[in-house]
């Protein structure tokens, strides 16, 4: 590298999968790859594989979850690296970190990395909270004198003084990733490694995190390779922006430009059918969502009749007595608009089959924009499918006060209501 100023630097990174097996397959394949490596070759098998769109089955066992990506940061910048679920984000970050190797590529470093890739990553869950902090810090390269005349305001920062001598396998998700933000924080790495992690903090920490990071990176001058799905984060703490698609770079560039970029590629059509990255057991799941409003060909206005059709697969024959669903819908930049749940409902039909719940608004009080739907159903309290981001939906400027004016936005309140049906 020679601009004094770059930091890090990433040429052709590209990363392939074999999908379904874990190792590089057959022995043939190993045999070829090896004949190919002692003759000066390149591996025949780098040669084949489909692009990373999870969405779609594909007829190559091979897929390239990262293929030839390529920029630099510079000291004291804070990128972002936005896209969607399977985009190669993780990926991408696991590589810069360190963790796994790059198929094709190189990365090129000045200083240390320090990695939040995932909550209580490199935590010993039989060591306090103190001795994590020692062992977290020896990882990054620290002597045991810096460690210690940082931990005070480690502890602080963190907000955990009072559970710091219990084992961290009794800490909570939130409390987990606080001490881990705050070891790499102060610990001063060079280039700072962020994959999504605040999510899990409460808004009060994640207010203090963000704080945090700009003040290493303006005030500091280090660097911060940032990930999120929440844009509002995004926008208020990085500099420049880079956007993945299945893999591959589709926009780098200003921050404003890029979330532009990102959001005007995610509005979904008006019946989703693909729904991928759920969690839980699978026993009651979401089979296809309408949203549509008063005319279902067109997408919904201010002030007009809005649903959400939620039809179930349900082998188990779920009641609605044990059923749950929730619904958190967020705006274009990750903030939380509302959180509407089925607990909240007397229906009287506590032994219906559940296949179908419909979401209602008879006047939609969302201002103009693109919504995100995340969705969540428990069965006898258990999970059975959690879909984060599982769909949008868009909402056009209408005539909420009924006077022939068209408004973007109101301040009116909206009623909202659940309906239950064993038809489909």
Known sequence: MKDKDIILKAENISKQYRLGLVGTGTISHD???WWNRIRGKEDPYLKVGESNDRSTKGSSEYVWALKDINFEVKRGEVLGIIGKNGAGKSTLLKILSKVTGPTTGEIKTRGRIASLLEVGTGFHGEMTGRENIFLNGAILGMTKKEITDKIDEIIDFSGCQRYIDTPVKRYSSGMTVRLAFAVAAFLEPEILVIDEVLAVGDAEFQK?????????????GRTVLFVSHNMAAV???????????????????????AVEFYLDGTVTDSKVTVFNDRKGNGKLQIKEVFTHGKNIKVKPQIGESFKMVFNLNNPIEAKLIDVQMDLRIDDN???RIAWL????????????VVNK????????????????????????KEITDWIQNAFSFEVEEG?????????SSNQSKALFNFEVSNKL
């Open 31 to 33: 045999l070829n790859r």
């Open 208 to 220: 203090k995190a963000i704080g945090k990071m700009q003040d290493i990176s303006r005030g500091e």
């Open 235 to 257: 926008k208020s703490l990085c500099t420049r922006a880079l956007v993945l698609k299945n893999g591959k770079t589709e926009f780098e560039g200003g921050v404003e430009e």
């Open 333 to 335: 930049l990750g903030q």
């Open 341 to 352: 749940s089925t607990s909240l409902v007397d229906f009287g039909k506590d032994d219906e």
């Open 357 to 380: 719940l419909v979401f209602s608004m008879d006047k939609l009080n969302l201002n103009k924009g693109v919504y995100y739907v995340t969705t969540y159903i428990t069965v006898k």
């Open 399 to 407: 005539d909420f006060y009924g006077n022939g004016v068209f408004v």
